[in-house]
Nanobody
C-alpha cells in the first residue's frame, strides 16, 4: 500500500509563492505517475500537474508557466512550486499516485493524500 502525506499549504497574497511537498511511503518503487490535483469549494477536482517515472511533465493550461512539478527520488518526495499565485488558485491541493501512466484526470489514480489548503488573497 502507498501512503501520501502533503504539507506546505498556507495563506499568501496574490503574486506570492508557495512550495507544496508530498512524502511517499509504502510500496512506492513502481509508481509510474505522480500528480497534483486541486479542488475549490463547489467545484470538481481538477488536475494541476503530472510527472512520470521518465520525468516527463504535464500541466493544466491554467498553471503553465507559473507552477513546476518535481520529485526527489532519493527522498521519495513530490513537490509543487507555485509562483505568481492568483486568487483563483485557492483550493485544497492533493497529491496522487498511479501504478500506470495516467493523465490529468482523477479517475486514473488509486492513491491520494489528505490534502493541504492553499489560500491566495487578492
Amino acid at each position: 500500500q502507498v501512503q501520501l502525506v502533503e504539507s506546505g499549504g498556507g495563506s499568501v497574497q496574490a503574486g506570492g509563492s508557495l512550495r507544496l511537498s508530498c512524502a511517499v511511503s509504502g510500496v512506492s518503487n513502481y509508481l509510474y505517475t505522480m500528480a497534483w490535483f486541486r479542488q475549490a469549494p463547489g467545484k470538481e477536482r481538477e488536475g494541476v500537474a503530472t510527472i512520470y517515472s521518465d520525468s516527463i511533465e504535464q500541466y493544466a493550461d491554467s498553471v503553465k508557466g507559473r507552477f513546476t512539478i518535481s520529485k526527489d527520488n532519493a527522498k521519495i518526495t513530490l513537490y509543487l512550486q507555485m509562483d505568481s499565485l492568483k486568487a483563483e488558485d485557492t483550493a485544497m491541493y492533493y497529491c496522487a499516485a498511479s501504478w500506470g501512466r495516467a493523465v490529468l484526470n482523477a479517475v486514473g489514480y488509486a492513491f491520494w493524500g489528505q490534502g493541504t489548503q492553499v489560500t491566495v488573497s487578492s
